[in-house]
């Protein structure tokens, strides 16, 4: 299987956090992490499958060598960065917006647009607002590196494993993350 470097923007934050865990957690096929950020994040260190990782300065110049960018971010950030992180690559951006409507805002950006509403999925399941599952199935569906079966079969083992005692919680999670391979957008 082929491995990916991907590229973390936000790692220090929650979402960023959450989402280096679900890559270790779901073994996702990463050959090497690199972690992103600003101000007194930088030069910090994050551990990732247990290798101790320094965190870089979250800039133009800082995707060269990525496969993938995940921007955990606000929207002004990621309207600046996004552009930056793929010339030719692909993104996912969890808003409500068709990729039509948001394309103008990604000044000039030339790839793959993708959206999907995951904060409302994860409330409409979950009745929370917790985007890391939909977001993760999304970049599951856009990306092809895993196979969608595999995927979902492996997420609902560790959705067991993880939450056995709360079925709701697990009906939920493999509920939203379905739906958000079905309802991702792509422009």
Do not use: C, W
């Amino acid at each position: 299987m082929k491995k990916y470097s991907v590229a973390v923007v936000g790692a220090m934050g929650a979402v960023g956090s959450e989402m280096l865990k679900i890559l270790e957690q779901r073994a996702f096929p990463v050959d090497r992490i690199k972690p992103l950020d600003v101000g007194d994040n930088v030069g910090k260190q994050i551990t990732f499958n247990g290798v101790p990782v320094t965190v870089e300065e979250s800039k133009p110049g800082a995707f060269g060598d990525v496969d993938f960018a995940l921007l955990a971010v606000d929207s002004k950030v990621s309207e600046f960065l996004a552009p930056i992180a793929s010339k030719e690559g692909a993104i996912v951006i969890n808003s409500g917006k068709s990729p039509a409507q948001l394309r103008p805002l990604l000044k000039g950006y030339a790839g793959r647009v993708f959206t999907i509403d995951a904060g409302r999925i994860s409330e409409e399941e979950l009745g929370k607002n917790f985007p890391n599952t939909p977001m993760l199935a999304a970049i599951v569906k856009v990306s092809g590196v895993v196979e969608p079966d595999a995927f979902v079969k492996d997420m609902e083992a560790s959705f067991h494993h993880k939450f056995t005692s709360k079925p709701q919680v697990i009906e939920g999670n493999m509920r939203a993350l379905k739906r958000s391979m079905e309802e991702v957008q792509a422009g």
